[in-house]
């Protein structure tokens, strides 16, 4: 099935855009049967408000305190540490865990 580039509108900025041939062979390959109703810039802007922005660069994590379970040493950590479970630094984390 031979693909050609399409122009659209976008539904947001009514600005025009270009589906083009390779965007349609990719959507018809993951099997999305609807056509982008936003302009590429538009959908970036949509999606990162979705997320609340985390796909963007400068994105900050909450990290909590914490003390390394096995040398002692303060460190953060991306989750709520729990009492009931140990928490490791960044290098005791390392010797522990085996590489995949």
């Not at 302009?39 to 609340?52: I, L």
């Not at 985390?54 to 991306?78: D, I």
Request: aromatic residues 12%; positive net charge.
């Amino acid at each position: 099935m031979g693909f050609t580039d399409k122009k659209m509108t976008c539904a947001d900025c009514n600005q025009e855009f270009t589906f083009s041939a390779t965007e349609q062979e990719f959507y018809a390959q993951k099997g999305f049967t609807n056509e982008p109703k936003r302009c590429p810039d538009c959908r970036q802007a949509r999606k990162s408000s979705r997320d609340g922005g985390r796909s963007g660069a400068g994105f900050q994590r909450k990290m909590y305190p914490a003390t390394c379970g096995q040398c002692g040493k303060e460190t953060e950590v991306p989750f709520e540490p729990r009492q009931d479970k140990p928490v490791y630094c960044s290098d005791c984390y390392s010797s522990i865990k085996p590489r995949r």
